[in-house]
């Protein structure tokens, strides 16, 4: 019974590798596939790389410690051990290596991440194949499209000439897309799993936002910051598409929305 707690404690290093190893999505290692969606990115996989750096250094430092807890718990629990506790100052060379040791760690992360974080948010490309602006509000994704004269018209709130819809984006393959993000009320999140994108839609800001899908298909898109009530309805199936697919795609919308502009005009009209 006296080593019952160290055995107990013995399990949150075992069953926390565990998880990992049967989470993990390998073609050798088939056991649970619970790892990360399915990257379609261009810049995906440095992200999953440094995610994957950042897991085994914290892991190598998390099982050795744990390591360490159940040994001390073990050899020295109170039952065999019946001297006095003594207290000492500690020790000054061990404080040292264990304030240095964690700084050189996040040195060394801060500056290996450098190019992947200038790369997925600083460098923001000079020529996107297409752009598109997503507004977020509760509770949905409000999206426009540059129209037929392929520029965003930025005085006013309506622009006829651009592309309205909801939720529902669209955007070509194997293209640089920038995204400009903004939100009408609070603080959303545009998150898109597949592309490893995720950034802060505020209010007041235009926020430049790119990626580039190597494949077509649909993909998730949702809001990861909690903004209300209704808050799991922002999201939608964005549509990875080829050029002329997309272009189809964008003629029926602007169809759609000129007869629905002229109904509207003709019904006002007539009243
Ligand atoms: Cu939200």
């Not at 430049?208 to 209300?228: I, N, S, Y």
């Not at 549509?239 to 795609?249: I, S």
């Amino acid at each position: 019974m006296n080593k019952f707690w160290s055995i107990l404690f013995l399990l949150v290093p075992i069953i926390g590798v565990a998880l990992f190893l049967f989470a993990l999505d390998d073609q050798n290692w088939p056991l649970l596939n619970y790892w990360f969606p399915d990257d379609v990115s261009e810049y995906g996989h440095i992200i999953d790389g440094l995610f994957m750096v950042i897991l085994w250094l914290t892991g190598v430092v998390f099982v050795a410690t744990e390591l360490a807890l159940v040994w001390f718990l073990w050899r020295y629990d109170g039952k065999t051990n019946r001297d006095p506790v003594k207290f000492t100052h500690g020790s000054h060379s061990l404080e040292v290596v264990w304030t240095v040791l964690p700084a050189a760690t996040l040195l060394f992360i801060a500056i290996y991440q450098m190019n992947a974080w200038a790369d997925t948010k600083i460098r923001r490309p000079e020529n996107p194949d297409f752009e598109v602006e997503i507004t977020a509000r509760r509770f949905e994704w409000r999206i426009r499209y540059p129209g037929p004269n392929g520029k965003f018209d930025e005085v006013g709130e309506l622009h006829p000439d651009d592309i309205y819809d909801v939720n529902d984006l669209h955007v070509p393959v194997d293209a640089t897309v920038l995204v400009h993000l903004k939100s009408k009320d609070v603080l959303h999140s545009f998150f898109l799993p597949n592309l490893r994108v995720k950034q802060d839609a505020v209010p007041g800001m235009k926020i430049p936002v790119w990626f580039k899908a190597r494949q077509t298909g649909e993909f998730d898109l949702v809001c990861a910051g909690l903004c209300g009530r209704r808050h799991y309805q922002v999201s939608g199936r964005p549509t990875v598409q080829t050029r002329d697919e997309l272009d189809a795609h964008l003629k029926k919308l602007l169809d759609d929305q000129r007869a629905t502009q002229s109904t509207q005009i003709t019904t006002e009209s007539e009243e």
